[in-house]
């Protein structure tokens, strides 16, 4: 892909949105979960330029809310001499060379204050507690690793 000027590789569900660049070029691969139309991702292509963005489903149902938030964008523009990569929240490019997932076991949260993106149950998208063979959590950990990165809303 390299050696033929490929800009955009783009793959599905590996159970987490991302994006990486390629070291040594501007090729890019972008990885979108969405099943069950929970999240995706809309890609604008121009002449010169891509715009990817990411959605999220939110609601009280675990699917079918018909209410999407964008929680993600990456643009890529060649308009001018090279390429220019612009990415946010959960397209932000990932850092390779970083921890992916890193807890420090400080930050432990109540799991009814967020999301946890592909985490549901048949009656809602935040969950309250999860039961993991027999034993019942209540609490959860943030990632400060890369897929810790921070959501954002437009």
């Given at each position: 892909m390299v050696k033929y000027g490929?800009?955009?590789y783009l793959?599905?569900?590996v159970h987490a949105t991302t994006a990486a660049k390629?070291?040594?070029s501007p090729?890019?691969?972008?990885?979108?979960?969405g099943n069950q139309l929970n999240n995706f991702v809309s890609v604008e292509i121009g002449d010169d330029s891509i715009n990817i963005k990411a959605f999220?489903?939110?609601?009280?149902k675990p699917k079918g809310n018909n209410n999407y938030t964008q929680f993600g964008e990456i643009s890529v523009d060649k308009s001018l001499n090279g390429?220019?990569?612009?990415?946010?929240?959960?397209?932000?490019l990932l850092d390779v060379d970083a921890p992916l997932i890193r807890f420090d076991f400080e930050d432990i949260v109540q799991m009814s204050t967020h999301q946890?993106?592909?985490?549901k149950n048949k009656q809602q998208l935040i969950l309250s507690e999860v039961?993991?063979?027999?034993?019942?959590c209540t609490e959860s950990m943030k990632n400060k690793g890369v897929f810790g990165r921070k959501l954002f809303t437009i």
């Open positions: 490929v800009d955009l793959t599905g569900e390629d070291a040594n090729l890019l691969q972008i990885a979108s979960r999220n489903e939110v609601g009280t390429t220019m990569i612009e990415s946010h929240g959960i397209l932000e946890v993106i592909g985490l039961n993991i063979r027999g034993i019942s």
